[in-house]
C-alpha cells in the first residue's frame, strides 16, 4: 500500500510569548522570556513563585461567556488555537467534507484547574457533595478534543493523546499516520495545557523538578546551562492542521512543510527519570529516520525537548550524538522552552509550530539564558546560545519526553 503524503497547510499558537504565530515567532527570534511572577493565585507560600502564564489573554474575547464557562482553561485554549489555525489553513467548511476530517490533541493533565477547584470547594463545604454540574465534562482530557470537533463540525476521529510531556507529539503522530493511510482527508492536531494552579506548581516542587530561582525568574529557564535548576512550568499550545497532500494542492492551500516521519518509543527505566544514556530518546529519533526514510546527515535542526532539568538535558544530548555522529557539529540545536517554559503535555505542539517557522523563515531560535555551558557538553555542538541564527534549514527533528519514559520525535521537511 502507497501511503499518502502529509503536509501542514494551518497553523496556531498561544503561547507565554505572544498570543499568535506572528507574536509566537517574533518572541523566539527576539530570544524573549515569558517567565513572570504567578498570576492565577497566590504563591507566597510556594517554592516556586513564578512560571511562563500567558499574557493579556482574555477568553470572552474568542468564547462567549456561556459557552467558556462549561470549558477548563486548557479546553478554551485548544478552541482558540484550532480556530487561528483552520483559519490559517483556508478551509471551506461549506465545501470540505467534514465526515473525513478529525481532532486528534494533546494534555498531559487535562482540567487540573477545575479538579482543583471542585475538592477545594468540597472542602470548604465540610464535604457535603455539591459539584458543579460541568465538573465532570470540564475536567476530563479529551473535552478539548470534544469542543474543537462540535465547534467545526469535523466528524472524523476525535480523541486526545495522554503520554505526559510527550502527549501532544503523539496526537500529531497519530494524526499523521490517519491520513497518510487514507482515512481522513485532514486533521486538527496539536496540544494544549493549563496546569499553572495550586496544585500544579505544588505537585512538581514536591518532585523538586521546577527551577525555584525567583529572585531571577527570566533567567531560570537555562537548558544546558550548568547552573540550571530545574524547568519553568509554562500554560497554553499550538495547533496544527495537517492535510494530505493532493488534497491541499487542489484546493490550492498554502503549503507550510511535509510531515516526513513520527518515531514513538520507551525508556522502561523509571518513571520520573530519563534513562541515563538516553536509550528511549536514541530509539525515538532513529525510529523517525526510519519512518522518514532519511539519513542522519539530512536533519539541518533539532528542536530538543531540553526543559533545564540536570537529568534530562545531558540523556538528550548523548542521544543526539550516539544517533548522529560526526553529523552532531554540523547541525544547529536549540531549546525554545529557554523563552515559553515547559508547556508539559502543550510542548510538543508549541515546538512543532516553531520547527515549522524555523524551515519557513530559514532561521533557528536560541536557546536564552545560556550562560556557561554544561562542562559535560561538547563545546562543537552549536546550541544556538542566546541569538537566533540564519541558516539553511531543510528538515528538522522536534523530540518531546514524558515522565513514564514516553518518547515521540516528529521529523518536517521543506517542500
Known amino acids: 500500500m502507497e501511503l499518502k503524503r502529509v503536509v501542514v497547510t494551518g497553523i496556531g499558537a498561544l503561547t507565554p510569548i505572544g498570543n499568535t504565530v506572528e507574536e509566537y515567532w517574533e518572541g523566539l527570534k527576539n530570544g524573549v522570556s515569558g517567565a513572570n511572577p504567578i498570576t492565577h493565585f497566590d504563591p507566597t507560600e510556594f517554592k516556586t513563585q513564578f512560571a511562563c502564564e500567558l499574557k493579556n489573554f482574555d477568553p470572552f474575547e474568542f468564547i462567549p461567556k456561556s459557552e467558556a464557562r462549561k470549558m477548563d482553561l486548557f479546553a478554551q485554549y485548544g478552541v482558540i488555537i484550532a480556530e487561528q489555525a483552520v483559519k490559517d489553513s483556508g478551509l471551506d467548511l461549506e465545501k470540505v467534507n467534514r465526515n473525513k476530517i478529525g481532532v486528534i490533541w494533546g494534555s498531559g493533565i487535562g482540567g487540573l484547574e477545575t479538579f482543583e477547584q471542585e475538592v477545594l470547594n468540597l472542602g470548604d463545604n465540610d464535604l457535603k457533595p455539591r459539584f458543579n454540574p460541568f465538573f465532570i465534562p470540564k475536567m476530563i482530557a479529551d473535552s478539548a478534543s470534544g469542543q474543537i470537533s462540535m465547534k467545526f463540525g469535523f466528524k472524523g476521529p476525535n480523541y486526545v493523546t495522554v503520554s505526559a510531556c510527550a502527549s501532544a507529539n503523539n496526537a500529531i503522530i497519530d494524526a499523521f499516520n490517519y491520513i497518510r493511510l487514507g482515512r481522513m482527508v485532514a486533521c ?10 495550586r496544585a500544579g506548581v505544588g505537585g512538581f516542587n514536591a518532585l523538586r523538578a521546577l527551577s525555584t530561582r525567583n529572585d531571577d525568574y527570566k533567567t531560570a529557564s537555562r537548558p544546558y546551562d550548568k547552573d540550571r535548576d530545574g524547568f519553568v512550568l509554562g500554560e497554553g499550545g499550538g495547533g496544527l492542521i495537517l492535510e494530505e497532500y ?53 536533519v539541518d535542526y533539532i528542536n530538543t525537548h531540553g526543559t533545564s532539568t540536570g537529568l534530562g538535558d545531558p540523556q538528550e544530548i548523548k542521544a543526539i550524538e550516539r544517533l548522529f555522529g560526526e553529523h552532531t557539529y554540523n547541525m544547529s540545536i536549540s531549546s525554545t522552552k529557554s523563552m515559553t517554559g515547559h508547556l508539559l503535555g502543550g510542548a510538543g505542539a508549541v515546538e512543532s509550530v516553531a520547527a515549522i517557522l524555523a524551515i519557513q523563515n530559514q532561521m533557528v531560535p536560541p536557546t536564552i539564558n545560556l550562560f556557561n555551558v554544561d562542562e559535560n557538553i561538547d563545546s562543537r555542538i552549536d546550541l544556538t546560545p542566546n541569538v537566533a541564527k540564519a541558516r539553511k534549514i531543510d528538515t528538522v527533528l522536534s523530540n518531546c519526553f514524558g515522565f513514564g519514559g514516553h518518547n515521540a520525535t516528529l521529523i518536517f521537511r521543506k517542500v
Request: glycine fraction near 12%.
Open 246 to 298: 493532493e488534497h491541499a494542492k487542489a484546493r490550492g492551500a498554502k503549503i507550510y512543510c511535509e510531515i516526513i516521519g513520527g518515531g514513538i518509543s520507551s525508556d522502561a527505566y523509571h518513571i520520573t527519570a530519563p534513562h541515563p544514556e538516553g536509550e528511549g530518546a536514541y530509539m525515538s529519533m532513529e525510529d523517525a529516520l526510519d519512518d522518514a526514510k532519511i539519513k542522519a546527515e539530512e
Open 188 to 197: 486538527v492536531s496539536g496540544g494544549s495545557e493549563a496546569a499553572v494552579t
